[in-house]
């Protein structure tokens, strides 16, 4: 048991190097794990990169390893509400206990690492050995590993993926990645490695070029979305949206997929084909990983902040879209998906990203955007983002609200008020995983403690 408290824990990780802040080496991961005897060997890793989907496609193949009987463990980033839901077990966050436990056993080993070297260990480099090493305690069966941020240095890369994930790669963190996706791409192939596979998204054809070609270079096996896997049929639905894949062992039909949009569609192929490369794509997986076991994965899939409606009358959905693609798909599905007049967004973005493009991507179907901020510091002032906004929307259809609680409220009066008939009004809170976050703590009825939980 640790002396420590979870506040006291947090406040320590908090004092260290911030995520936004990065010195592109694993050397400082690499010492910690060989410290702790490389507990990221201790269990075969699903690994992911990619501009955008990240997160949704490793909850999904999480879920879908569950329903196969598989003790999964989960390492995503960023968090919307608590630094806890970043490590998971079995698809659950860890307990405050055993977070502030897992903390108390690494931090001899980090006073070490941090005397060796110039800068200190990082915020996310220690809640990437901090997951490693509670999943090899675990243990689990299979981890599934979001990049933090890149690929070739990111700190989750001390690990060595049986299988390399490789969602959608655009433009972002282009100051730190590179301003093309085919310099990105490179960066992210490098969580590709010998021997292992990449199931990689659909891509432009130069990012193709250059993910197979690192494949080429150390030997790994390659699957990708329209030539070896992808989706053949999808229609909306109540709810979400019915679909079939076409995965490495076969076809599935008939799987209802609880979440909104053509890309989490492609995410679920990628998922999907991610899990059978696992397992292995053959007669016996064929017998593992049948239609009713896929069906009923998908049937559990969640992904909180993403298109996630978290109020009706009028509709309110959160979404933590944070960059032009981001905003383009989110802008797509709810076009696809609702029938909103008027909608009204609320957008809080931080200062490093591509803004306008974010607005313009909005500026089709949102009549008035409120703008707002998020409690971070690299959030961008709701003055500012306010005059941009003006040029893409025009003055009349802009607000500025720097308390991101007034400006839900105004956008639900704005909704309820301009509504052409009764609950067509809806709101759209978006552009960043925070403000996204922030959102749904205020948002998100909790049940008492009289209710119990369902």
């Known amino acids: 048991m640790s002396d420590l408290s979870y506040a006291e824990v947090s406040a320590k990780l908090q004092q260290r190097w911030p995520e936004h802040k990065i010195a592109p080496t694993l050397e400082r991961v690499q010492r910690l794990v060989e410290l702790l005897g490389d507990p990221q060997k201790a269990y075969p890793v699903v690994h992911l990169t990619g501009t955008n989907g990240k997160t949704s496609t490793a909850r999904m193949i999480d879920s879908l390893l569950t329903e196969a009987g598989l003790r999964t463990g989960r390492f995503t980033s960023p968090h919307l509400e608590t630094v806890r839901e970043r490590i998971t077990l079995g698809g659950e966050p860890i307990s405050e206990e055993r977070f502030t436990e897992a903390y108390a056993e690494l931090e001899p ?96 054809l130069d990012v193709f070029e250059v993910l197979l070609r690192r494949a080429a270079e150390v030997g790994a096996q390659v699957a990708r979305e329209g030539i070896e896997f992808g989706v053949t049929t999808r229609s909306v639905a109540v709810g979400g949206q019915l679909i079939s894949i076409q995965g490495l062992g076969g076809e599935y039909e008939d799987i209802f997929l609880p979440l909104h949009g053509e890309y989490q569609a492609h995410n679920a192929a990628t998922a999907l084909a991610a899990v059978e490369a696992l397992l292995g794509a053959t007669a016996q997986t064929e017998g593992r990983l049948t239609t009713e076991l896929i069906q009923a994965g998908f049937a559990e899939a969640t992904s909180p902040g993403r298109m996630e409606v978290v109020r ?27 029938a909103f007049n008027p909608l009204i967004g609320v957008l809080g973005c931080m200062k490093d990203k591509d803004v306008y493009g974010m607005l313009e991507a909005y500026e089709p179907i949102m009549e008035t955007v409120v703008c707002t901020r998020n409690s971070f510091e690299r959030s961008m002032p709701a003055e500012e983002l306010g005059e941009i906004a003006a040029e893409v929307f025009g003055e009349d259809r802009v607000l500025v609200r720097p308390k991101l609680l007034d400006a839900i409220d105004d956008a639900i009066r704005l909704a309820e008020e301009n509504a052409i008939a009764m609950g067509t009004g809806g709101v759209l809170i978006t552009g960043s995983v925070i403000t996204a976050g922030e959102a749904r703590k205020l948002l998100v009825r909790r049940p008492r403690a009289d209710e119990g939980t369902k």
């Open 109 to 204: 080993y980090l006073e070490v690492v941090d005397s060796e070297f110039d800068n200190p260990l990082s915020f996310f480099e220690v809640m990437t050995v901090m997951a490693y090493a509670v999943f090899a305690d675990a243990p689990v069966d299979v981890a599934v590993i979001e990049v933090g941020l890149g690929g070739s240095w990111d700190a989750t890369n001390v690990a060595d993926g049986v299988v390399s994930v490789i969602t959608p790669v655009a433009v972002d963190h282009a100051h730190l990645l590179g301003t093309d996706p085919v310099t990105i791409a490179g960066e992210k192939a490098g969580i590709i490695k010998p021997g292992g596979t990449a199931v990689m998204s659909q891509q432009s």
């Open 312 to 338: 009706t009358s009028p509709t309110i959905i959160v979404d933590a879209a944070h960059n032009p693609h981001g905003a383009e798909a989110t802008a797509a599905t709810v076009t696809e998906a609702f």
